[in-house]
């Protein structure tokens, strides 16, 4: 097989996901489109992010809108910027009250009942790295060999 060009590509990932990723720089066009399947498709060009953990993070674009994704948080609870920005210090929770449906099999019906979310960082997947000011800066992998964690 004879490829006439290779394409390097030297960015740096801050958050990827099953359908999504965010990188510091425009990738090259030949990986972009939005009708070629298999292609990444280019949804916002982003001034600022902060992404806590799988699934939970929140972005500016460069249009100044706010986007947020935090799973299990009901879409209606409203957050702002500056929530995920208190959410970089240690030790930090954010709870907010939503409704949720929940099913009773053993009663046969389905319920809808009030819930606390509770949203603050974890280290279950990622070891995290905070400043001297206990503020989040950074994360990095755990590493396991064979049933034991090495320090890294």
Not at 54 to 68: A, D, G, M, Q, S
Not at 113 to 118: L, S
Request: with cysteine; charged share 30%; aromatic share 16%.
């Amino acid at each position: 097989m004879y490829f006439s060009k290779i394409w390097f590509i030297y960015f740096n990932l801050y958050y990827s996901d099953t359908d999504s990723i965010y990188i510091d720089r425009p990738l090259n066009e030949n990986f972009i489109s939005s009708t070629i399947l298999g292609k990444m498709k280019l949804e916002n060009i982003v001034d600022k992010a902060i992404f806590l953990s799988p699934k939970v993070y929140c972005l500016e674009t460069e249009n100044k809108e706010f986007i947020y994704k935090v799973k299990g948080l009901s879409h209606e609870i409203k957050l702002n910027f500056e929530d995920f920005i208190k959410l970089l210090k240690k030790d930090a929770i954010l709870k907010k009250d939503q409704e949720k449906f929940f099913r009773s099999l053993s009663k046969g019906h389905i319920e809808l009942m009030n819930q606390i979310y509770t949203l603050q960082v974890t280290d279950n997947k990622r070891k995290l790295i905070y400043n001297k000011n206990s503020k989040l800066i950074g994360t990095k992998p755990y590493i396991i060999d064979f049933y034991k964690m090495i320090n890294n």
